[in-house]
């Protein structure tokens, strides 16, 4: 999508400090990071949310949760004591961005309800 600031970044279009990249997904450090570890992985296909997933979607869904997301935790060293994944869907989700992104948040303890 022409005006996506993630489909910018993914394309290198927009600088971005990226940590993880293959080529389905691309993770890079959040501009204002909630965590001492904040990562936004986002998929370089153009899914706006949760709800746009169609049934193609799953192997590259398998791929963040069951691959991206463990390599990274460990990568970035908040394997051992636990971390948040979230992804915001809506306007009330607090989705800010209309492009598919997951959250990695870590290096401190998360606490509930998250706000």
């Not at 993914?10 to 990249?21: C, F, G, L, M």
């Not at 904040?38 to 869904?61: N, R, Y």
């Not at 948040?84 to 800010?96: H, I, L």
Request: with cysteine; hydrophobic share 40%; proline share 6%.
């Amino acid at each position: 999508m022409a005006d996506c600031i993630f489909c910018k970044i993914a394309k290198k279009e927009i600088p971005s400090t990226v940590v993880y990249e293959d080529e389905q997904v691309i993770a890079f450090k959040d501009l204002e990071p909630q965590a001492p570890v904040h990562v936004l992985v986002i998929p370089k296909k153009h899914v706006e949310s949760v709800l746009a997933l169609q049934a193609e979607d799953k192997e590259l869904m398998g791929h963040i949760l069951c691959e991206v997301m463990p390599k990274l935790a460990k990568d970035l060293g908040v394997d051992a004591k636990g971390f948040r994944v979230v992804v915001n869907t809506g306007e009330d989700g607090n989705q800010t961005v209309k492009h598919l992104h997951f959250h990695l948040l870590g290096g401190r303890s998360m606490q509930w309800p998250p706000g």
